[in-house]
């Protein structure tokens, strides 16, 4: 029992240190990013509160130049447009260590809301984020971790609502379902100043 205790304080230690060592803005509480895309402009803004690793990743992210022509390589019509790890070309961009799974915390996959992409292991988010397009209580956690919401759109969801609409295909070059036809690419993802 208290091996278990002494493991469990130092992870929290450990997650304590990552979080204040990295944290950009640390005043703002609710930080907004502008994305500027091919298809418009989508602001959101951030919920530091509820999700303060993921918030602290992904503005690492954002202000090191990381999703800058990044494409929006998977785009499932009414369920989510997934971005932020892949460069116009295909390639695989610079990965950071993967984070903590904050999907319990309270906020909910709900249709405008961003959360982090994640593999199978809870804890394997890093840099790929999606938006959901619909009300998705299957991303919510349950019985099973669930996939981080930590900000919601507050500009651009028109923007959003067309990217859902676009053509996508099979890539056999890839591998992958649900690619758009024409690349929607993330040209420039922008801090913005607290007051805007």
């Avoid at 703002?28 to 919920?47: A, F, Q, R």
């Avoid at 759109?153 to 959003?160: K, P, R, S, T, W």
């Avoid at 591998?175 to 805007?196: C, Y």
């Amino acid at each position: 029992m208290k091996k278990l205790f002494t493991f469990i304080l130092s992870c929290w230690w450990s997650i304590t240190a990552l979080a204040q060592s990295s944290t950009i803005d640390p005043d703002n509480l609710y930080p907004k990013v502008k994305l500027e895309t091919s298809m418009g402009v989508i602001i959101v803004e951030l919920d530091r509160v509820s999700a303060p690793i993921t918030v602290n990743n992904f503005l690492s992210y954002v202000v090191a130049g990381e999703y800058d022509n990044t494409i929006f390589h998977r785009i499932i019509g009414e369920f989510i447009v997934q971005g932020g790890g892949y460069d116009t070309e295909y390639a695989m961009k610079k990965v950071n260590q993967d984070i903590v799974n904050e999907s319990g915390n309270g906020l909910k996959n709900t249709v405008g809301t961003i959360a982090m992409a994640k593999e199978r292991h809870p804890h394997s988010a890093n840099r790929q984020f999606f938006f959901n397009l619909n009300d998705n209580e299957n991303l919510n956690p349950g019985r099973d971790w669930g996939y981080a919401v930590f900000g919601t759109i507050v500009e651009g969801e028109a923007v959003l609502e067309a990217m859902g609409k676009v053509k996508t295909q099979y890539s056999e070059s890839l591998g992958w379902d649900d690619v758009p036809i024409e690349a929607v690419i993330l040209q420039k993802a922008t801090l913005l100043p607290a007051s805007s």
